[in-house]
């Protein structure tokens, strides 16, 4: 029986790890029709609206439609799993928040393999994180939430989008780094959650920063205590990051990018990504984004698929340590 070298042993191992997209040719012609953007949210929403935006600025680059077809629920996975699905022609992209990537995976509830079925195009921005106080709160800040937390251990609750939601991660995250026990209410939608919230139904609420949301909090109704994100935010300049309070381990924030599914041609990629970071390198998009208080990323696909992996690898330590389980 022949040797084999470790090194060619090796490489062989790693050879399925590649992005898939390096070995498919593109068509010289693309793009020849109209560009379909899968968006994993309901339409109306900030993640919709910079869908759209983005959209626009490719259709122009690019001299052909780009169109967006919304297609919600299952925290993003459906809209995911469409991509997933669909002709690795560059003809259909996905907008999501990478979490369908890197939390249901798992929990076994994943219907694709994300390093098998889906390739990363660019990052277009992070959604930070908010914790809110609602009126059933009394605590004024958020060193004043965990002194109650350990005084009334599961007395304080906590809501998020559901069970092994990326509040849900949060969550675990400061139970583990304060030493506290805080009770998780886990909800299906976001509306219902914030007529509850405004209801003082529950003590505490985690969720992605929106213009919706900031008005409640300047109208007073809702109490900022802290932020998930790499600083703090304009609009609340007097709110302190999570990484700050001393849980640089919790300081979470919503990844969003565009996807493809693989194999898509390496060059089809790359154009894609030059006219994504041109179009968030305009100030128009730009003045949008910061508006939400979201936060314009961009960079390479090799990056973005990067911190995709780093995030998951995160995810799977987190879930496992905190004994996390899906519905």
Known sequence: MPRISRRR?????????????????????????PIRI???????????????????????????????????????????????????????LGFSAISP????????????????????????????????????????????L???????????????????????????????????????VPYKGGGQQMNDALGGQFEVLSTNASPALLQHVQAGRLRPLAVGAAARLESLPGVPTLAE???????????FGVLAPAQTPAAVIERLNAGINQALAQPDLRARLVASDNVPTGGTAAAFGRQIAAESQANARIIRAAGIRAE
Do not use: C
Request: aromatic share 4%; proline share 8%.
């Open 9 to 33: 042993l090796l490489g062989a191992t790693l050879l399925p790890l590649l992005p898939l997209a390096a070995f498919a040719q593109p068509g010289a012609d693309w793009p020849a029709k």
């Open 38 to 92: 899968v968006v994993a949210y309901p339409a109306g929403g900030v993640s919709d609206a910079v869908a759209r935006a983005l959209a626009d600025k490719l259709s122009l680059r690019l001299g052909v439609p780009v169109v967006i077809d919304n297609k919600a629920g299952a925290s993003g996975t459906i809209g995911v799993d469409a991509v997933a699905k669909a002709a690795p022609d560059g003809y259909t």
């Open 101 to 144: 990537l890197t939390l249901n995976p798992h929990l076994g509830k994943s219907p694709f393999d994300p390093a098998r079925d889906i390739a990363s195009v660019a990052s277009v921005m992070y959604s930070p994180v908010l914790l809110v106080a609602t009126p059933s709160s009394t605590s004024r800040d958020f060193r004043a």
């Open 146 to 184: 965990l002194a109650e937390a350990r005084a009334r251990p599961g007395g304080i609750r906590w809501a998020t989008s559901g069970l092994a939601s990326l509040g849900h991660i949060m969550l675990a995250q400061i139970e583990s780094g304060a030493g506290v026990q805080i009770t998780h």
């Open 245 to 255: 309070l001393g849980l640089p381990a919790a300081n979470l924030s919503s990844l």
